[in-house]
């Protein structure tokens, strides 16, 4: 017959420790509901209200530090890499340099995806255009603000900032992209160039992506 264990002083004064134990764990712990668990873990990325963010960011940089484009042009066919040096470009990889650049145009014509200007100070050897439409480019904008793919929480939704900075550039330039030619335009924006190691040729075509237009008259 297995004779009962006796409850020894050793016995009884761990297992009141250990008791004494768990109530101070249970007296220290502080429960929180659904809605306070949620506000106190990562926050949740929000491309929406990044675009935004950086779309007040560009109306109240980018004017202050464009360049005038027929000033830029002129560098970019002496020497793109100094030209870049000399005026911060922003550099969203090895090949590319990004440019801010303000100006006054003539509208020449209105396509469906550009509007076709002319610049006094660049020679008439270099077309020149002002994005619209679908080719509106968010990425530019986004890139040239110096935001990263590792600012955004995953490829998508980096890919939607700049969807959603087109879409406030388009609204913003809307009444711009519809004027007659002859017209004459305020504008700013960012030139995108490929850096090859040679002086941009003159004749090469640049298209600026807007940021604003305005009709002068």
Do not use: C, H, W
Not at 71 to 94: I, W
Not at 182 to 204: E, H, Y
Request: hydrophobic residues 40%.
């Amino acid at each position: 017959m297995t004779r009962p264990r006796r409850l020894t002083p050793f016995r009884i004064g761990g297992a009141v420790a250990i008791a004494a134990l768990l109530v101070a764990m249970t007296l220290s712990t502080r429960f929180v509901t659904p809605d306070e668990l949620a506000s106190i873990g990562p926050e949740t990325f929000d491309p929406a209200q990044t675009a935004a963010d950086l779309f007040a960011e560009a109306n109240e940089t980018i004017p202050d530090a464009a360049t005038p484009l027929p000033e830029l042009l002129a560098g970019l066919q002496q020497d793109v890499a100094k030209t870049a040096d000399d005026l911060d470009a922003s550099r969203p990889n090895d090949t590319t340099y990004l440019f801010p650049v303000r100006g006054t145009a003539t509208v020449v014509a209105t396509q469906q995806q550009a509007v076709e200007i002319t610049v006094e100070g660049v020679p008439g050897t270099t077309p020149l255009s002002l994005a619209s439409g679908p080719a509106t480019n968010g990425a530019v904008l986004r890139d040239a603000l110096g935001f990263k793919f590792g600012d955004a929480s995953n490829q998508t939704t980096y890919q939607q900032v700049g969807d959603e900075l087109k879409a406030l550039v388009r609204e913003q330039i809307e009444q711009g992209a519809k004027v007659a030619p002859g017209s004459k335009l305020d504008f700013t924006g960012i030139v995108s160039v490929t850096d090859t190691g040679m002086p941009q040729p003159a004749a090469k075509p640049v298209q600026v992506q807007p940021l604003t237009v305005e009709v002068v008259r």
